[in-house]
């Protein structure tokens, strides 16, 4: 007789499944389908795709590997097969991670990666951070030990739990021949494992192929705006990541930074969109505080340096660095007003993650989460905390991924107190010995 969960089924394991059965006799089960199948059931085995995750994710006698959901299904000659499906929300055996809303790490140094790696369920890395924050810091690749792209994601597929998924960058989404970037996907795939690897594809608007090189040269500024599109440019992005996913990836399509970027987005079928923080909150407040200068002195030079920060943040192209002020001020005003950043729903810089919940609760791809990144400074992140706490969006959690640079997630497990309590208590203890 064997149980899974509560309750009891008089049947054997399936002959030569019993070590794997044994792995899965704590699996839960509902009383509704334990009394469906009760009298169908003549063995209990596990599934090909059982076997497979073992394979690539050997486990302690006795479980399974965290990032994977069990699931049951019954065959057509009596067995009840026990199946792990890709979930990271799910710890290890099946159970559910102790938070509903998930963590990840921005990071390619493996050293960070090994410190938090129980308590993530997705990395997330791009060019930049392998490059500029990993190879190319002398501080962090200590000895120059790490030499290619490669050898960093082969090493952080190595320590990171096997409950995370990684999401990797292709090193040019404008590579004409889809047949290379495929192959460059394959490679990622083969190097971190089918059931880990997340192909991340950005969003390239007004950037071209015939156009990206202006960013690597000169001023490295595009000569057109973020809005002087072609129809085919800015879906270029859209056009990869549905492509991805039609060969089996799950892809994470990042650079999403306002909410109406959203809707077209999940047409791509992605894994993960994204919630981009930081730049556009700093960015909110310093376009407020020259309109209010503005509004308060008259002083045209507070419109004049507005002109020259829209230009040096690709919201004016250089060639529009002498815009008529009133229409740099009406440009303003309806930033702000369409970030809501003088009312509830946008003065924390967070009204594109309201909204992209809200968009996510009405989809047609209930297993997309939503990846709030690229955070900084005392306030992002614990109002964050504090939003997903809100009514109307704790039935959303599940929905979440927050990543941001390790150093950045672990400044929040601590406080003053932390430090007057570690006085008291080791003072304390001191004086006992």
Do not use: W
């Amino acid at each position: 007789m064997l149980k899974l969960g509560l309750y009891s089924f008089a049947v054997p394991a399936a002959r030569g499944e019993e070590d794997h059965v044994k792995r899965v006799l704590d699996t839960e089960i509902c009383r509704d389908c334990y009394l469906a199948l009760r009298d169908a059931v003549r063995y209990i085995g596990v599934t090909e795709g059982f076997r497979d995750v073992l394979r690539d994710f050997p486990a302690p006698e006795g479980g399974t590997p965290s990032g994977f959901r069990r699931d049951i299904k019954l065959e057509a000659d009596g067995v009840l097969r026990v199946d792990l499906a890709r979930d990271i929300s799910r710890g290890r055996n099946g159970l559910p991670r102790p938070t509903k809303a998930l963590y990840s790490a921005d990071t390619a140094d493996p050293y960070e990666v090994e410190a938090i790696s129980p308590f993530i369920a997705n990395l997330t890395c791009n060019p930049g951070i392998v490059y500029d924050l990993f190879i190319n810091n002398p501080r962090a690749n200590v000895g120059n030990k790490f030499r290619t792209r490669d050898e960093v994601m082969a090493e952080i597929g190595r320590v990171l739990d096997p409950g995370a998924d990684i999401s990797v960058e292709l090193n040019n989404p404008f590579e004409k021949d889809f047949g290379k970037l495929l192959e460059e996907a394959e490679n990622f795939r083969e190097m971190l494992g089918k059931y880990r690897v997340v192909i991340k594809v950005p969003h390239t608007g007004p950037v071209t192929a015939e156009n990206v090189g202006q960013l690597l040269e000169g001023d490295r500024k595009l000569e057109k705006g973020y809005d002087e599109i072609t129809t085919s440019g800015a879906m270029l992005g859209h056009t990869l990541a549905l492509k991805l996913h039609e060969h089996g990836f799950r892809v994470n399509f990042t650079l999403m930074f306002e909410p109406f970027q959203t809707q077209l987005a999940l047409q791509a079928r992605p894994y993960f969109i994204n919630t981009f923080v930081r730049h556009r909150l700093v960015q909110s407040m310093k376009i407020k505080e020259l309109i209010n200068a503005y509004d308060a002195t008259g002083n045209i030079a507070n419109l004049e340096a507005l002109r020259a920060y829209f230009v040096s943040n690709d919201y004016y192209p250089q060639s529009k660095a002498g815009t008529d002020l009133r229409d740099v001020l009406r440009f303003g005003r309806d930033i702000i007003r369409y970030r809501r950043f003088e009312d509830e729903q946008g003065s924390d810089g967070l009204d594109g993650m309201r909204h992209n919940l809200r968009v996510l609760r009405n989809c047609n791809l209930p297993d997309t989460r939503l990846i709030v990144c690229s955070m900084e400074g005392p306030y992002n992140y614990p109002d964050i905390d504090k939003l997903l706490c809100e009514p109307e969006f704790l039935d959303m959690n599940d929905r979440v991924v927050i990543t941001a640079p390790p150093d950045y997630l672990a400044r929040f497990t601590s406080t003053n107190q932390v430090i007057s309590y570690q006085r008291r208590f080791m003072n304390a203890a001191e004086g006992q010995k």
